[in-house]
Nanobody, 119 residues
Framework: QVQLVESGGGLVQPGGSLRLSCAAS????????MKWYRQGPGKERELVAAISSFGGSTNYADSVKGRFTISRDNAKNMMYLQMNSLKPEDTAVYYC????????????WGKGTLVTVSS
């Protein structure tokens, strides 16, 4: 069965760093572009970062550009989000998403991991 499992969330101070991980199973990970989304308290879900299936290209929301880095290791079926210089407004549940281009039914989500940035 398809599974995406996020980990690495927690409580960090402003200016701190955290690395999120997403472990994928049950599908051909290397065929899927991957994305990190987040949903802050009282806010809609937003796209944070995206990476192509083989890591050749990445995209970031303006709000995280220069602070966050998305990466993947297809040999390990893993995706990561390195978050530096964290701000309180980064507080959110972060979700791992896999969706193959041209296959909208192939849209997989993890249950999320909570990141709280607070002193």
């Amino acid at each position: 069965q398809v599974q995406l499992v996020e980990s690495g969330g927690g409580l960090v101070q402003p200016g701190g760093s955290l690395r999120l991980s997403c472990a994928a199973s049950g599908f051909t990970f290397s065929l899927y572009p991957m994305k990190w989304y987040r949903q802050g308290p009282g806010k809609e879900r937003e796209l944070v970062a995206a990476i192509s299936s083989f890591g050749g290209s990445t995209n970031y929301a303006d709000s995280v550009k220069g602070r966050f880095t998305i990466s993947r290791d297809n040999a390990k079926n893993m995706m990561y989000l390195q978050m530096n210089s964290l701000k309180p407004e980064d507080t959110a549940v972060y979700y791992c998403n896999a969706r193959r281009d041209g296959n909208p039914l192939m849209d997989y989500w993890g249950k999320g991991t909570l990141v709280t940035v607070s002193s």
